[in-house]
Structure formats: C-alpha cells, structure tokens
T-cell receptor, first 117, second 114 residues
Framework: EPEVTQTPSHQVTQMGQEVILRCVPI?????FYWYRQILGQKVEFLVS????????KSEIFDDQFSVERPDGSNFTLKIRSTKLEDSAMYFC???????????????FGEGSRLTVL | AQKITQTQPGMFVQEKEAVTLDCTYD???????LFWYKQPSSGEMIFLIY??????QNATEGRYSLNFQKARKSANLVISASQLGDSAMYFC???????????FGPGTSLSVIP
C-alpha cells in the first residue's frame, strides 16, 4: 500500500539553526500538507500546497517557514533560525487523486520529531 | 474562532462495550467533509472514517460509525465492542470544500479498561 514517508524521524538542533524536514507524499496525490503537534496536543495546520504553490497557510506559518517541492517527488519544510517553541512533531500529509474529487482524507507520514535545544 | 469542539478531554470504557466520542463543528460552507483520526501512543495518525455533508446515510467502517446530525452540527464517533487496542487519542476534523486545509479538534483520550 502506498504511504507517505518522512525523514528524519527525529532531529535535534541548536536554537538559531536551520532545519529541513523531508517528505515523500503518495505519488499520484495532488495536495500536500504540513501539520505540527506540540507534545501530544492539538494537531495544527501549517500549510497546504497544490499545483506547485502554497494554497493556504496558517498564522503560524510566518517568514520563518518555507516549503518546496524541488523535484516532483519530495516535499520539504524548511524552518529558519529555530526557536525553542518550534520543538514539536511535524507531520506531512497528502491527499487527492488526480481525476477524483478531493474529499480531504489525509494520508499522514509517521512524523518528524524536532527538538530545539 | 474554534471550529471543531471535542468536549471530552478523556473517556473510559469497559472492554467490549460501545463508546461515543463527541464532536461539534461550526461552518457556513454548505459543502464540507468530516473525519475522525486515531492517534495511538506510538504517534502515527490513522484515518478512521469520513462523512460528507451531503451524504444521506451515516458513515460506517467496521466497528466505527459516525452519528451525523447536520442540523445540530455534530459528528459523533461511535466505537462498538471496544478493544484494548482502541486506547488512543481521537481527533475529529473538518474540511470545508472552499478550502484545502483540514482542521482538527483538540482530541479526546480514550482508555479501554479490561
């Protein structure tokens, strides 16, 4: 069964450093997402990406964050100048088959845990 | 404004009993989808069930059913014959068709007691 894969599973970084979290969505999906979950709390929407551009972003997704789909398979989240409060689990998700209505059912990766020291 | 409300931070249920997890939502979009996801202690997000706003019948998937009451804007998850492996966080979520994003409620922690 196709799945969303994320790397790394866990990253530890120093405050102020840049991190890149990588995701490989399901290959024939059209919509890609990043979500954040701080310590088992609420799953927070960060950004959605469709047709090679950001379609929506939350107020959390400020200039510190950026996303890219550099090569048609990977979908990356870059966090510049990390802060302590960026420590969280970051989930990538994809949805929407080409030629089918997008119900919004999200297929999640297993998450990347970011720890900022 | 909070669009998804789950009023039960924690729930307990006896093994083999049924349990209902509450979810209410707020939207002015006539077309939307409602979802439930399970997050066990291992952390992955597992899709359980989907209900479209125009679906005439309540969705069912195995032991999971969604009690959809459109006028009350509620989409409660019913788990029948609870199993120990059902112990997890459960998130209600919604996607308004006008938007791409899916938003999540705060979650309900379910514990199944043997």
């Amino acid at each position: 069964e196709p799945e969303v894969t994320q790397t790394p599973s866990h990253q530890v970084t120093q405050m102020g450093q840049e991190v890149i979290l990588r995701c490989v969505p399901i290959s024939n999906h059209l919509y890609f997402y990043w979500y954040r979950q701080i310590l088992g709390q609420k799953v927070e929407f960060l950004v959605s990406f469709y047709n090679n551009e950001i379609s929506e972003k939350s107020e959390i997704f400020d200039d510190q964050f950026s996303v890219e789909r550099p090569d048609g398979s990977n979908f990356t989240l870059k966090i510049r100048s990390t802060k302590l409060e960026d420590s969280a689990m970051y989930f990538c998700a994809s949805s929407g088959l080409a030629g089918a209505p997008n119900t919004g059912e999200l297929f999640f990766g297993e998450g990347s845990r970011l720890t900022v020291l | 404004a909070q669009k998804i409300t789950q009023t039960q931070p924690g729930m307990f249920v006896q093994e083999k009993e049924a349990v209902t997890l509450d979810c209410t939502y707020d939207t002015s979009d006539p077309s939307y989808g409602l979802f439930w996801y399970k997050q066990p202690s291992s952390g992955e997000m597992i899709f359980l069930i989907y209900q479209g706003s125009y679906d005439q019948q309540n969705a069912t998937e195995g032991r999971y059913s969604l009690n959809f009451q459109k006028a009350r804007k509620s989409a409660n998850l019913v788990i029948s014959a609870s199993q120990l492996g059902d112990s997890a966080m459960y998130f209600c979520a919604m996607r308004e068709t006008s938007y791409d994003k899916v938003i999540f409620g705060p979650g309900t922690s379910l514990s199944v007691i043997p």
